[in-house]
T-cell receptor, first 114, second 110 residues
Framework: EAEVAQSPRYKITEKSQAVAFWCDPI?????LYWYRQILGQGPELLVQ????????DSQLPKDRFSAERLKGVDSTLKIQPAELGDSAMYLC????????????FGQGTRLTVV | RKEVEQDPGPFNVPEGATVAFNCTYS??????FFWYRQDCRKEPKLLMS???SGNEDGRFTAQLNRASQYISLLIRDSKLSDSATYLC???????????FGTGTSLTVIP
């Protein structure tokens, strides 16, 4: 069964350092999402891509976060500099574009900033 | 105002019980609705889509009330394996943005 791949699974970094997460969506899925999930809360959308274009980054803290999907396939989310409050699970999801289609999630990257 | 509001629980129920979760949404033009299940420290996975006429999948029944802008999930004959967090998901009017509730925690007790 096709899966959304994410790496790394776990990341520990010191505050003020740079950190990057990678996501490879299910083949053929034009829509890709990055979510952040703090323990005990639901996922919050950070950025959404349609192919290589950003269609929604209104909740992305652009002073420190950046995301790209240069060839419209895999995507990278970067944080620089990391802050203690960035500790969370970062989830990538992809879906076929179209009404009613579900989003498939990767296993996530659990970030701990110390 | 949040796109989706959901009672976080927790719900602790005995095996065999029936339990219901609700959530409300703010955008009357929302296009699609889903329930996702998330096990501890795992990624969310689709439990079921929610259709206007209501739909059932085994012990699970989902309902949508567009007039009141809420969706519900009913679990009958609860099993220990149903213990998880249940997330309601509402899309934008285009269907492209997915908005998650905070999740409702369910623990089924032997």
């Amino acid at each position: 069964e096709a899966e959304v791949a994410q790496s790394p699974r776990y990341k520990i970094t010191e505050k003020s350092q740079a950190v990057a997460f990678w996501c490879d969506p299910i083949s053929g899925h034009a829509t890709l999402y990055w979510y952040r999930q703090i323990l005990g809360q639901g996922p919050e959308l950070l950025v959404q891509f349609q192919d290589e274009s950003v269609v929604d980054d209104s909740q992305l803290p652009k002073d420190r976060f950046s995301a790209e999907r240069l060839k419209g396939v895999d995507s990278t989310l970067k944080i620089q500099p990391a802050e203690l409050g960035d500790s969370a699970m970062y989830l990538c999801a992809s879906r076929l574009t179209g009404s009613g289609t579900e989003a498939f999630f990767g296993q996530g990257t659990r970030l701990t900033v110390v | 105002r949040k796109e989706v509001e959901q009672d976080p629980g927790p719900f602790n129920v005995p095996e065999g019980a029936t339990v219901a979760f609700n959530c409300t949404y703010s955008n009357s033009a929302s296009q699609s609705f889903f329930w996702y299940r998330q096990d501890c420290r795992k990624e969310p996975k689709l439990l079921m889509s929610v259709y206007s006429s209501g739909n059932e999948d085994g012990r699970f029944t989902a309902q949508l009330n567009r007039a009141s802008q809420y969706i519900s999930l009913l679990i009958r004959d609860s099993k220990l394996s149903d213990s998880a967090t249940y997330l309601c998901v509402v899309t934008s009017n285009t269907g492209n943005q997915f908005y998650f509730g905070t999740g409702t925690s369910l623990t089924v007790i032997p």
